[in-house]
């Protein structure tokens, strides 16, 4: 798939440019352009890639904070700017375009949404969302501001991947190092999905093209991505069990949204040295899936890697009814309502009025 990338805030800035560099690594060619944009002009300055600060007259380049609303407000603003800046980000070739956000702060939870509306706007071919859901002790108004940037981002977007930050982190990192980490977990899952059906060494007996993951994405309003490897045989025919074995810890151990198994529709990609990948296995693999996820929309394929390991990485589409999400966004509620509590109670506190004491 040849995909644009757009990175919004601090996160997804951060991410874009993870995303940016394991294709390169790989040698995938999927990524076409990247843009990183911020309202806070020391977020732009680390990144090795374009960039585009917004907001200037409001903020002076400083960031909205944890204010999502001023953050909407600011894209709101300058959007038609930053879709000008979109030029050699996004050709003719491009596929598909992804707006990268965490969304529990203020500059992408806020204007990765508005972001994506004038995206779809302009242009005809699919607009993603890849959002990154904050952790359970991010804070209030982190889960607050993460609700609704989803609630807005599922509307308007062709679909909403999602990374919940918990899914991924490591015990004993410093912050730093734990968010590092998750990153190039994302950029490496992501990388394969979007490098399926690019011209890579070697030829799969179904390769998987990036038709079949825009179609998988097509059958629900919010997406997850799992992954797991293992060792593999020279042989393909002693690969069954590694295949159909990993495929179940891709799904059952190692999705972007833990708990997630029910979905509309799904994508098993079996990737390693065509040699080693068995046709059975991969075939036991999505049909495995299909009983899963109950769907009958589960597709499957290879995807030519040269790796002495077998990777599984399956995609699942239309996920809005795991157990995982309406935790979340009961978490997110519960937040907001004491948000708007507090805000009201200092809102009332600043009043011109004296208070009695």
């Known amino acids: 798939m040849k995909a644009a ?71 709101q603003s300058d959007v038609r700017e930053v879709v000008g800046a979109l030029d050699g980000v996004i050709d003719a070739q491009t596929e598909a375009i992804f707006v990268v956000a965490g969304l529990g702060g203020g500059t992408g939870s806020g204007g990765a949404p508005v972001l994506v509306k004038e995206l779809q706007r302009v242009h005809e071919i699919p607009v993603y969302a890849l959002g990154i859901l904050p952790g359970r002790d991010e804070g209030g108004i982190y889960q607050a501001n993460a609700g609704r940037s989803l609630k807005t981002l599922v509307r308007e977007a062709d679909s909403t991947l999602l990374v919940d930050n918990d899914a991924w982190r490591e015990t004993g990192r410093s912050v730093t190092e734990a968010f590092d980490a998750i990153n190039e977990r994302i950029a490496r899952r992501v990388g394969i999905l979007l490098a399926a059906g690019e011209n890579v060494e070697g030829v799969g007996e179904s390769v998987v093209d990036s038709s079949e993951v825009i179609n998988t994405l097509k059958s629900g309003n919010m997406s997850a991505v799992g992954f797991a490897s293992a060792d593999a045989a020279p042989d393909a025919g002693e690969n069954v069990n590694v295949v159909t074995s990993t495929a179940r810890k891709s799904l059952l151990t190692g999705m972007s949204v833990p708990e997630t198994t029910e979905a509309g529709a799904a994508l098993v990609v079996v990737a390693g040295e065509a040699d080693r990948v068995s046709r059975k296995g991969v075939e036991k693999a999505r049909s495995w899936v299909e009983e899963e996820t109950r769907s009958m929309q589960v597709r499957g394929g290879d995807f030519p890697l040269d790796s002495d390991k077998i990777a599984v990485l399956v995609l699942l589409s239309g996920i809005s009814r795991s157990e995982r999400i309406e935790q979340f966004m009961e978490r997110a509620k519960e937040a907001s309502e004491t948000v708007e509590q507090e805000q009201v109670t200092e809102d009332f506190q600043n009043d011109e009025l004296d208070d009695l004491l």
């Open 5 to 75: 990338l757009i990175g919004v805030g601090q996160a997804g800035g951060k991410v874009t440019e993870a995303l940016l560099a394991e294709d390169r690594r790989a040698g995938y060619g999927a990524v076409r352009g990247a843009l990183a944009v911020n309202t806070a002009k020391a977020d732009l300055e680390p990144l090795d890639i374009d960039t585009i600060l917004v907001g200037q007259e409001r903020v002076k380049g400083h960031g909205v904070g944890a204010d999502n609303e001023l953050g909407a407000e600011v894209m």
